[in-house]
């Protein structure tokens, strides 16, 4: 499977921003997906994930409550919805996904990484 991760951009900080994951090459109801993000000499961290099957959810603690995964099987997309969104988000975000995934927070648990999408807030 090829994710494509798109919707990133320039925002003021309060503002808010959709990034999505699209997924070709084979159906995407199968497949556990999650977001991660690196900023500038920064290690790369988790942000959400979604299970493939009862579409349960896992946030980081900087990220519970502004944001929210959610998936459309029939777009064969993953969106991730920012709000209040604060200058410590910006990065750049990628999505990811593994076959038949949970939620893991585990960036080794995935097998198929998509390219980025910058995310700049601005104060």
């Known amino acids: 499977v090829q994710l494509q991760a798109s919707g990133g951009g320039l925002v003021q900080a309060g503002g808010s921003l959709r990034l999505s994951c699209a997924a070709s090459?084979?159906?995407?109801?199968?497949?556990?997906v999650g977001w991660f993000r690196q900023a500038p000499g920064k290690e790369r961290e988790f942000v959400a994930s979604?299970?493939?099957?009862?579409?349960?959810?896992r946030y980081a603690e900087s990220v519970k409550g502004r944001f929210t995964i959610s998936r459309d099987n029939a777009k064969n997309t993953v969106y991730l919805q920012m709000n209040s969104l604060k200058s410590e988000d910006t990065a750049v975000y990628y999505c990811?996904?593994?076959?038949?995934?949970?939620?893991?927070?585990?960036?080794?648990?995935?097998?198929?990484w998509g390219q980025g999408t910058q995310v700049t807030v601005s104060s």
């Open positions: 990811v996904g593994k076959i038949y995934g949970g939620t893991s927070n585990n960036p080794k648990q995935y097998d198929y």
């Open positions: 090459g084979r159906t995407f109801t199968s497949y556990g």
């Open positions: 979604i299970s493939w099957n009862l579409g349960s959810t």
